[in-house]
């Protein structure tokens, strides 16, 4: 089976500071992406990356960045955290159309 | 534009009732269509999914989906819910990029 997991489930950290969410896959797979989930606006992409050091702008790119150094590690930074950043923040990985999700994490920003 | 609409924001159901969740789409192309669960608390897990075929289209749990390519919609369905079943449903559209276009969601909630 597909495995996506995510640093933390849950995450409290105060306005302006520097944050990093990290997810890892171990399917080899290609593609990995980043979305937030806020109540009533479904799934946001932030970012994706098709390859090792590749990435995309998604919709709400705003205030994130990306890394991908390796295959399997796709990690999302929040350069100030803000208090519009409090979300929950979900990754994914991609085969053959169909996306694989992490459990997710509930970030809090104070 | 491409966009995905899931009319119902919440949907309350009895335990043993049949169960419909509509999704409708926007896509110039043939699309791929996926239907996922989110427990509550949870990652979201693949229900099923359909790229080609057979417009009936079997998944986990008990639930399937109709493709009507007339109407633009690929509506969920279980004939008879569970307690278990209670979670978010989110729909999909994509195609041959990599991004997926995702509905709002439903909520679903199951009555005793």
């Known amino acids: 089976d597909v495995k996506v997991t995510q640093s933390s489930r849950y995450l409290v950290k105060r306005t302006g500071e520097k944050v990093f969410l990290e997810c890892v896959q171990d399917?080899?797979?290609?593609?990995m992406f980043w979305y937030r989930q806020d109540p009533g606006l479904g799934l946001r992409l932030i970012y994706f990356?098709?390859?090792?050091?590749?990435?995309e702008k998604g919709d709400i790119p705003e205030g994130y960045s990306v890394s991908r150094e390796k295959k399997e590690r796709f990690s999302l930074i929040l350069e100030s955290a803000s208090t519009n950043q409090t979300s929950m923040y979900l990754c994914?990985?991609?085969?053959?159309?169909?996306?694989?999700f992490g459990p997710g994490t509930r970030l809090t920003v104070l | 534009a491409q966009s995905v609409t899931q009319p119902d924001i919440h949907i309350t159901v009895s335990e043993g009732a049949s169960l419909e969740l509509r999704c409708n789409y926007s896509?110039?192309?043939?699309?791929?269509l996926f239907w996922y669960v989110q427990p509550p608390g949870q990652g979201l897990q693949l229900l099923l999914k359909?790229?080609?075929?057979d417009t009936l289209v079997q998944g986990i749990k008990g639930f399937e989906a109709g493709f009507k390519r007339s109407q633009s919609s690929f509506n969920l369905r279980k004939p008879s819910v569970h307690w278990s079943d209670a979670a978010e449903y989110f729909c999909?559209?994509?195609?041959?990029?990599?991004?997926?276009?995702w509905g709002a969601g439903t909520k679903l909630i199951i009555k005793p």
């Open positions: 999909a559209v994509g195609g041959s990029n990599y991004q997926l276009i």
């Open positions: 896509y110039g192309a043939t699309p791929y």
């Open positions: 359909y790229f080609s075929g």
């Open positions: 399917m080899d797979h290609e593609n």
């Open positions: 990356s098709y390859d090792v050091k590749m990435k």
């Open positions: 994914a990985s991609r085969e053959r159309g169909e996306q694989f």
